[in-house]
T-cell receptor
Framework: DAGVIQSPRHEVTEMGQEVTLRCKPISGHDYLFWYRQTMMRGLELLIYFNNNVPIDDSGMPEDRFSAKMPNASFSTLKIQPSEPRDSAVYFCASSFALWTPLHFGNGTRLTVT | GQQVMQIPQYQHVQEGEDFTTYCNSS?????IQWYKQRPGGHPVFLIQLVKSGEVKKQKRLTFQFGEAKKNSSLHITATQTTDVGTYFCAGGSNDMRFGAGTRLTVKP
């Protein structure tokens, strides 16, 4: 299995631009999580899906952030417009069920200038 | 909201010394998981504890889950340079939230 695949690995953009992060979970995993990691705030849970349905998006910082999962093999996290404080590493993770181990992708390092 | 607190934030040890990180929750956890993240890498699953008072071992690593299922610990015996990284606990009642992590550095 290829594991969780995220793209791009690195993204550098200017403030105000739209950013789209992509994730392909492990086949057969019913849960997909988006996390954001910064030195100041650690690993924050942004949103998670079960069978493509968003279950809890209380961690999404504000309306500039949105996430979708149109099918079982693809999810996106979009930031529009982006701001410098959004700079972080964004991880996608998937799991077979809610309490089974999370498998993380390699992350997307976002820099907003 | 639910929080998982982890201490210490940093730990620097001499190679061969022991290391322990602690995780505490204000609410009862359904289970707790431990992850290791190497510098520049992503979190990698180590182990899951489910039962009250459970103890599991992986070579030099010992994991414990408290009787009340509100706290947990990870102990490494005789640290090696390969143990360097950040260790996270993660748990929840309805989701999977991570502690702040303990960053371990090991001096050869």
């Amino acid at each position: 299995d290829a594991g969780v695949i995220q793209s791009p690995r690195h993204e550098v953009t200017e403030m105000g631009q739209e950013v789209t992060l992509r994730c392909k979970p492990i086949s057969g995993h019913d849960y997909l999580f988006w996390y954001r990691q910064t030195m100041m705030r650690g690993l924050e849970l942004l949103i998670y899906f079960n069978n493509n349905v968003p279950i809890d998006d209380s961690g999404m910082p504000e309306d500039r952030f949105s996430a979708k999962m149109p099918n079982a093999s693809f999810s996106t996290l979009k930031i529009q417009p982006s701001e410098p404080r959004d700079s972080a590493v964004y991880f996608c993770a998937s799991s077979f069920a809610l309490w089974t181990p999370l498998h993380f992708g390699n992350g997307t390092r976002l820099t907003v200038t | 909201g639910q929080q998982v607190m982890q201490i210490p934030q940093y730990q620097h040890v001499q190679e061969g010394e022991d290391f322990t990180t602690y995780c505490n929750s204000s609410t009862t956890l359904s289970n707790i998981q431990w992850y290791k993240q190497r510098p520049g890498g992503h979190p990698v699953f180590l182990i899951q504890l489910v039962k009250s008072g459970e103890v599991k071992k992986q070579k030099r690593l010992t994991f414990q889950f408290g009787e009340a299922k509100k706290n947990s610990s990870l102990h490494i015996t005789a640290t090696q340079t390969t143990d360097v990284g950040t260790y996270f606990c993660a748990g929840g009642s309805n989701d999977m939230r991570f502690g702040a992590g303990t960053r371990l550095t090991v001096k050869p």
